[in-house]
């Protein structure tokens, strides 16, 4: 590192848990908890009538709290934000590459960092998943027809795709941990979704909601992808996605099943609140990346967040003289910023990946959303084709271990390459159903059995594998555009729907799994190993291919 221009030092020197501007961020946070409790005296109107509020005027407390939120969004938004002095901050002289993080074994930092993202992608996954839990309550209490309370999901999920990218480009800009408690304070803004008297306030919450879930996720991977060692880097990757969407759907559920009963669809998206606190509580053990504070010439402060991961500061020293001016690989591009995502020596793998995305997206929240409706038409009870979904998702469940498996010790790319043609292939099962009008329930569960197997694991890694192929100043950015593909495609699903594409079971799987199979075709040519191999060899992989 460069010794002769230190970086000041800041809060974040005792280990990257603090913050730039304390005060701002923590008297934030209360004026945002104190807008989101001013909504409580209308809430509490609605215990005599079950909790319903339609029609309601808002008071005085209610229109003082709405106007607090925003605020207090912004003053802790602020305290997050690194100082002037540090942005300013170029590279000067030689920058350590951090080889000691990729060879040390997993300790007891790791674990608490992992722990604490599975809780944040539990949380994370939890508010979109809730949507299906909400909207039957609030079509009944606001009087509104189900395809009317639909625009609510499609709202989420522009939302998320929208979020992804602007997210992960705060984390790029901002760090990774600015950006992931930036979601958890939106979380707790936003919960006041649940105490609004009219449905068109609930699209606009639901869109903020959905812009901060979609931005979290990408961020969480990347910041797992630049602290934990390379060896064990991509099997502990898929397992995050998959532990954490699992659990984000458990929650969902297991909450809808318990309070909605007793409080009626709007404690789901007061959730929100307790929920996004609790990542801020836990933020004292959600450091910075010591890639993105050296990239940013904070050495100082990366080099305190490299020795939690290291052991000991011998350690990092032995490291400092043992590589040297490490060569700096990741500037060189022709273009910068988000275009040199679609632009450059990145460009084939980014192309490859947002179609792989989009075709998942089409798949997930289009052909699988329209898949009941279809059975039926094929014959199959509509009970039946229910139980039938059920029972392959059960089958389906352990599939997550598989590719937990093959990513770790077979191979990251090769991986990825065989669930989406898996993919294609159980699609184009469904296609040959519609086509020859076969109703067999055995033919069914194990075609759905294989389809959600191998979607599941498409998107188990598809993320985990952006988080590893872009360099430190775009990764936040690209896991974000990869991410936002995945809910682009849901919206174009939604959209396709509407026109009755999904109605024809034969033509929407034929054509998706064509999709599907020109994403495999990119990925296969231009794709490269990341398994076991550090971020910065990565790097000079596709800087010789370039």
Same mark, same amino acid.
């Given at each position: 590192?460069?010794?002769?221009?230190?970086?000041?030092?800041?809060?974040?020197?005792?280990?990257?848990?603090?913050?730039?501007?304390?005060?701002?961020?923590?008297?934030?946070?209360?004026?945002?908890?104190?807008?989101?409790?001013?909504?409580?005296?209308?809430?509490?109107?609605?215990?005599?009538?079950?909790?319903?509020?339609?029609?309601?005027?808002?008071?005085?407390?209610?229109?003082?709290?709405?106007?607090?939120?925003?605020?207090?969004?912004?003053?802790?938004?602020?305290?997050?934000?690194?100082?002037?002095?540090?942005?300013?901050?170029?590279?000067?002289?030689?920058?350590?590459?951090?080889?000691?993080?990729?060879?040390?074994?997993?300790?007891?930092?790791?674990?608490?960092?992992?722990?604490?993202?599975?809780?944040?992608?539990?949380?994370?996954?939890?508010?979109?998943?809730?949507?299906?839990?909400?909207?039957?309550?609030?079509?009944?209490?606001?009087?509104?027809?189900?395809?009317?309370?639909?625009?609510?999901?499609?709202?989420?999920?522009?939302?998320?795709?929208?979020?992804?990218?602007?997210?992960?480009?705060?984390?790029?800009?901002?760090?990774?941990?600015?950006?992931?408690?930036?979601?958890?304070?939106?979380?707790?803004?936003?919960?006041?979704?649940?105490?609004?008297?009219?449905?068109?306030?609930?699209?606009?919450?639901?869109?903020?909601?959905?812009?901060?879930?979609?931005?979290?996720?990408?961020?969480?991977?990347?910041?797992?992808?630049?602290?934990?060692?390379?060896?064990?880097?991509?099997?502990?990757?898929?397992?995050?996605?998959?532990?954490?969407?699992?659990?984000?759907?458990?929650?969902?559920?297991?909450?809808?099943?318990?309070?909605?009963?007793?409080?009626?669809?709007?404690?789901?998206?007061?959730?929100?609140?307790?929920?996004?606190?609790?990542?801020?509580?836990?933020?004292?053990?959600?450091?910075?990346?010591?890639?993105?504070?050296?990239?940013?010439?904070?050495?100082?402060?990366?080099?305190?967040?490299?020795?939690?991961?290291?052991?000991?500061?011998?350690?990092?020293?032995?490291?400092?003289?043992?590589?040297?001016?490490?060569?700096?690989?990741?500037?060189?591009?022709?273009?910068?910023?988000?275009?040199?995502?679609?632009?450059?020596?990145?460009?084939?793998?980014?192309?490859?990946?947002?179609?792989?995305?989009?075709?998942?997206?089409?798949?997930?929240?289009?052909?699988?959303?329209?898949?009941?409706?279809?059975?039926?038409?094929?014959?199959?009870?509509?009970?039946?084709?229910?139980?039938?979904?059920?029972?392959?998702?059960?089958?389906?469940?352990?599939?997550?271990?598989?590719?937990?498996?093959?990513?770790?010790?077979?191979?990251?790319?090769?991986?990825?390459?065989?669930?989406?043609?898996?993919?294609?292939?159980?699609?184009?099962?469904?296609?040959? %159903? !519609? #086509? /020859?009008?076969?109703?067999?329930?055995?033919? =069914?569960?194990? *075609? @759905?059995? +294989? &389809?959600?197997?191998?979607?599941?694991?498409?998107?188990?890694?598809?993320?985990?594998?952006?988080?590893?192929?872009?360099?430190?100043?775009?990764?936040?950015?690209?896991?974000?555009?990869?991410?936002?593909?995945?809910?682009?495609?849901?919206?174009?699903?939604?959209?396709?729907?509407? %026109? !009755? #594409? /999904?109605?024809?079971?034969?033509?929407?799987? =034929?054509?998706? *799994? @064509?999709? +599907? &199979?020109?994403?495999?075709?990119?990925?296969?040519?231009?794709?490269?190993?990341?398994?076991?191999?550090?971020?910065?060899?990565?790097?000079?992989?596709?800087?010789?291919?370039?």
């Amino acid at each position: 590192m460069n010794a002769r221009n230190p970086a000041p030092a800041t809060a974040i020197d005792s280990g990257g848990i603090t913050f730039h501007h304390p005060l701002a961020f923590w008297l934030g946070c209360l004026l945002l908890i104190a807008g989101v409790f001013a909504h409580a005296p209308m809430l509490l109107m609605g215990r005599y009538t079950h909790w319903q509020m339609v029609g309601m005027a808002m008071d005085g407390w209610m229109l003082a709290g709405m106007a607090a939120i925003p605020l207090g969004l912004a003053l802790a938004g602020y305290g997050l934000m690194p100082r002037l002095a540090q942005m300013r901050e170029t590279r000067r002289g030689n920058h350590l590459h951090f080889h000691i993080a990729d060879g040390v074994p997993l300790n007891r930092a790791h674990w608490t960092l992992v722990a604490v993202l599975v809780v944040a992608l539990a949380v994370d996954v939890m508010k979109p998943a809730t949507l299906g839990f909400v909207v039957p309550g609030m079509s009944h209490e606001y009087g509104i027809p189900k395809p009317t309370a639909s625009w609510l999901a499609l709202v989420a999920l522009t939302g998320t795709t929208i979020g992804s990218v602007v997210w992960g480009r705060i984390g790029d800009l901002f760090g990774r941990r600015a950006a992931i408690l930036l979601s958890a304070l939106m979380f707790m803004g936003t919960a006041i979704c649940g105490a609004m008297p009219d449905f068109s306030w609930n699209l606009l919450m639901c869109f903020l909601m959905g812009a901060s879930a979609g931005g979290l996720l990408p961020v969480a991977f990347t910041l797992m992808a630049e602290t934990v060692p390379a060896a064990d880097r991509g099997w502990l990757l898929v397992a995050l996605g998959g532990i954490g969407t699992s659990a984000g759907y458990l929650l969902a559920a297991g909450a809808a099943a318990v309070l909605e009963p007793m409080f009626s669809w709007r404690v789901l998206w007061l959730l929100g609140l307790p929920t996004g606190a609790l990542i801020i509580f836990l933020n004292r053990w959600i450091p910075e990346s010591p890639r993105f504070l050296s990239d940013a010439g904070l050495e100082s402060q990366a080099r305190a967040v490299l020795q939690r991961f290291a052991g000991t500061a011998a350690a990092v020293e032995s490291d400092d003289s043992a590589h040297p001016g490490a060569p700096d690989i990741d500037n060189p591009h022709a273009v910068a910023g988000l275009r040199a995502l679609l632009r450059g020596r990145h460009a084939s793998i980014s192309w490859g990946l947002i179609v792989c995305g989009i075709a998942w997206g089409l798949a997930n929240f289009g052909f699988l959303l329209w898949l009941p409706v279809n059975l039926t038409q094929l014959g199959v009870d509509p009970k039946a084709a229910s139980a039938l979904l059920a029972k392959g998702a059960i089958l389906a469940l352990p599939g997550i271990a598989v590719v937990v498996w093959l990513y770790h010790h077979w191979s990251s790319v090769r991986s990825l390459v065989l669930f989406i043609v898996l993919s294609a292939m159980s699609l184009l099962v469904f296609a040959a %159903l !519609g #086509l /020859f009008h076969i109703a067999s329930p055995g033919f =069914t569960i194990t *075609a @759905v059995a +294989l &389809l959600l197997v191998s979607i599941s694991g498409v998107v188990a890694m598809l993320i985990p594998y952006a988080a590893e192929i872009y360099p430190v100043q775009l990764r936040g950015t690209g896991s974000g555009v990869i991410a936002a593909s995945t809910k682009a495609g849901g919206v174009l699903g939604a959209g396709l729907g509407v %026109l !009755g #594409l /999904f109605q024809h079971l034969a033509i929407s799987a =034929t054509a998706i *799994a @064509v999709i +599907l &199979l020109v994403s495999a075709v990119m990925l296969w040519r231009n794709g490269i190993e990341t398994r076991g191999v550090s971020l910065e060899d990565i790097q000079d992989q596709l800087a010789a291919a370039d």
